[in-house]
T-cell receptor
Framework: AQTVTQSQPEMSVQEAETVTLSCTYD???????LFWYKQPPSRQMILVIR??????QNATENRFSVNFQKAAKSFSLKISDSQLGDTAMYFC?????????FGQGTRLTINP | EAGVAQSPRYKIIEKRQSVAFWCNPI?????LYWYQQILGQGPKLLIQ????????DSQLPKDRFSAERLKGVDSTLKIQPAKLEDSAVYLC????????????FGSGTRLTVV
């Protein structure tokens, strides 16, 4: 079974700083997708960024980028120029042939 | 486009009572998911529908949980009887072609069992 591990339960940075959230996963599959979701207090899971495993190029969405290391099974999220609105829970998720599996989450706080 | 609608937003019940949650997915999305998110954890899939058929219910506690998706659109998730450990947020999500467009989540129902 696939597992997703987020080793940082909480992180806190100052506004405008850069922060990196870590994620590792375990799978025997070769074709899969990886996601980072943001969950603000409204509880709705919002897709931040996605990465196809067959693509070597790291995905980027504005201030959000990933460092995908397939051999190491690592998928970290970098948030540049962090903003107060980035404060939320962040979940790393894996999807292979089966269901979408989430990590435990990292609570990120951006301080003014 | 309208998002995934869920109701109620909050529910408090006593243990051994029953409760039902409703989800209306995005129009045209064939696949619907129910997730359980216990406080401090990531969401866990309970059941997946493709149109009105069940694709995966391997993690659904079938002795107390049931779900249906009539006519392949709206879905209801029921718990009967509820236990204290069922306190969680229940999230509904839908997708059109998940590997292209991903998933769209609703805002969930927060259930508290006392």
């Amino acid at each position: 079974a696939q597992t997703v591990t987020q080793s940082q339960p909480e992180m806190s940075v100052q506004e405008a700083e850069t922060v990196t959230l870590s994620c590792t996963y375990d799978t025997s599959e070769n074709n899969y997708y990886l996601f980072w979701y943001k969950q603000p207090p409204s509880r709705q899971m919002i897709l931040v960024i996605r990465q196809e495993a067959y693509k070597q190029q790291n995905a980027t969405e504005n201030r959000f980028s990933v460092n995908f290391q397939k051999a190491a099974k690592s998928f970290s999220l970098k948030i540049s120029d962090s903003q107060l609105g980035d404060t939320a829970m962040y979940f790393c998720a894996f999807e292979g042939a089966q269901k979408l599996v989430f990590g435990q989450g990292t609570r990120l706080t951006i301080n003014p | 486009e309208a998002g995934v609608a869920q109701s109620p937003r909050y529910k408090i019940i006593e243990k051994r009572q029953s409760v039902a949650f409703w989800c209306n997915p995005i129009s045209g999305h064939a696949t619907l998911y129910w997730y359980q998110q216990i406080l401090g954890q990531g969401p866990k899939l309970l059941i997946q529908f493709q149109n009105n058929g069940v694709v995966d219910d391997s993690q659904l506690p079938k002795d107390r949980f049931s779900a249906e998706r009539l006519k392949g659109v709206d879905s209801t998730l029921k718990i009967q009887p509820a236990k204290l450990e069922d306190s969680a947020v229940y999230l509904c999500a839908s997708s059109l072609a998940r590997q292209i467009y991903g998933y769209t989540f609703g805002s969930g129902t927060r259930l508290t069992v006392v």
